[in-house]
């Protein structure tokens, strides 16, 4: 405070005025405070996204997730340490009960039961047959026949290597339905419906056929990954610099049916492919016009 002696009172000091160069500070400040924060946002849920499984649906009753190629949906006999589906999504989802199987390198849809009592109804339906299951897989070679049944006994775990293998004698009966969806070249489209639930079913029926499964490591001769110089003309990218748009297993759970385990109306539920096989789809369907989604 100071006194004015004119007036002989007192008065506040009055509070010396900003100046400019601390409104421009101010004006830089703040919009880079409200970027980096957005940014910081971003990260941290990008960090926090999980890149094991997308939800496709779920209810009390059930969990349909679309899982990623290369992780394990129950625990595997010879790697019980390796992450397993199951773990993950229970974090999410409190305790989940198997109700089928799907192999490791196989993408898309599985279905968890979240009761004892619908893991009793929707394995009953699997028991019985009454499910569908519609796979898609891109396979080397153009196959003579547009509609196919095989009908083979399988073994599992019939070799050395694991693998399951045919054995007329030993084998456990297994059926496949399959269908050419498209031509693509040097590559085609096959839909897949396993009418049994054998390990590796669907990769043995089509081995058994000629037809090996792209990018597979246990039945597959050729594991060369899908490339997009190697299928496009006059493709002018670098060659040391180029990624693979596949180098995993061509094989995709896109849809199943089955009755809800409570409300007993049938549902379906289909997987989107993920980003490598759909990059794949993209291309060759821009080359050869086939698009197996619409076929």
Known sequence: MKKNKEEGSLQLNKRPKKTRKTHRLLKIFFPLAHFFFFLLLTIICF???????????????????NKRSGILIAQDRYDPDAPRLDVIAQKEFGKLYAVHRIDKDT?????????????????????KRQVQKTYHALV???PLWETTQI??????DGDARHRTTIDKKKGKPSTTELRCIGNCGNFSWIEAKPKTGRTH?????????????????????NQ?????????????????????????????????????????????????????MDATRKQLEKIYNVNPLEM
């Open 47 to 65: 960090m926090a996204k999980n890149f094991d499984y997308s939800v496709i649906y779920s209810d009390d009753d059930i969990v349909v997730l």
């Open 107 to 127: 993408s898309g849809l599985i279905v968890y039961a979240r009761t004892a009592e619908a893991q009793k109804n929707i394995s009953m339906q699997f028991e």
């Open 140 to 142: 080397y070679g153009r």
């Open 151 to 156: 009908d083979l006994p399988l073994l599992p």
């Open 201 to 221: 079913q669907i990769r043995v029926h089509l081995n058994s056929t000629g037809f090996s499964i792209v990018c597979d490591p246990l039945y597959g001769g």
């Open 224 to 276: 060369k990954p899908v490339r997009l110089s190697e299928i496009k003309r006059n493709w002018n990218g670098d060659e040391e610099e180029e990624r693979p748009l596949l180098s995993r297993l061509a094989l995709h759970a896109y849809k199943i049916t089955f009755t809800h385990p409570t409300t007993n109306e049938e549902v379906t539920f289909v997987a989107p492919y993920p980003k490598d």
